[in-house]
């Protein structure tokens, strides 16, 4: 079964803190992201990886690092956390090509910093 | 640049009312088209796609049609149902997508249905 595993799923830390979010996916896929769900403002890409060693920044990088050392794990660090990082992270594993596209969501992870 | 643009919600509608969420996009060349719904307390799963013009995706009553001439992608159910309850996602991919934006949200839009 097409899986992205993503742990935790709740996480209440505080600030300054590191920590880490995992995620997993058994696709083999090559592209994998992260997202940040905020209300009112949708998905916000973090970071993204085109493959083992490629990783870049999307629209809301600031605070964040990942790693892709192996094609299943993308982790999310967030080395300094602080309040303005709560929110309901997701991790996507994705199918590429023209036609083939499809992206596989982690359950999420509910992060909230104080 | 390519974007996402669908209606802001929330929607809220009585059991068996006729739902439209309506999506246009902004892009280069022909894009695939995408739905995804979120349930409370889930991730995003595909619901439904199309990847040219005219093409009518279409899963678990929910329809949408590429619409090339008026760039849109309205998601359409004949009769909601309270499960039906969720948020929906508009997404487009472009063909020969620069890194990093193999798929392109709009903001989601909230649909809450009452028995």
């Known amino acids: 079964e097409a899986q992205v595993t993503q742990n935790p799923r709740y996480l209440i830390t505080v600030t300054g803190k590191k920590l880490t979010v995992t995620c997993s996916q058994n696709m083999n896929h090559e592209y994998m992201s992260w997202y940040r769900q905020d209300p009112g403002l949708g998905l916000r890409q973090i970071y993204y990886?085109?493959?083992?060693?490629?990783?870049d920044k999307g629209d809301v990088p600031e605070g964040y690092k990942v790693s892709r050392k192996e094609k299943r794990n993308f982790p999310l660090i967030l080395e300094s956390p602080s309040p303005n990082q709560t929110s309901l992270y997701f991790c996507?594993?994705?199918?590429?090509?023209?036609?083939?596209?499809?992206?596989?969501f982690g359950q999420g992870t509910r992060l909230t910093v104080v | 640049g390519n974007s996402v643009t669908q209606m802001e919600g929330p929607v809220t509608l009585s059991e068996e009312a006729f739902l439209t969420i309506n999506c246009t996009y902004t892009a280069t060349g022909y894009p695939s088209l995408f739905w995804y719904v979120q349930y409370p307390g889930e991730g995003l799963q595909l619901l439904l796609k199309?990847?040219?013009?005219?093409d009518k995706g279409s899963n678990k009553g929910f329809e949408a049609t590429y619409r090339k001439e008026t760039t849109s992608f309205h998601l359409e159910k004949g009769s909601v149902q309270v499960s039906d309850s969720a948020v929906y996602f508009c997404a487009l991919s472009a063909p020969g997508y620069q890194a990093g934006t193999a798929l392109i949200f709009g903001k989601g839009t909230t649909l809450s249905v009452s028995s």
């Open positions: 199309a990847t040219k013009a005219d």
């Open positions: 996507a594993s994705i199918s590429t090509g023209d036609m083939n596209t499809e992206a596989f």
């Open positions: 990886s085109m493959n083992v060693e490629v990783t």
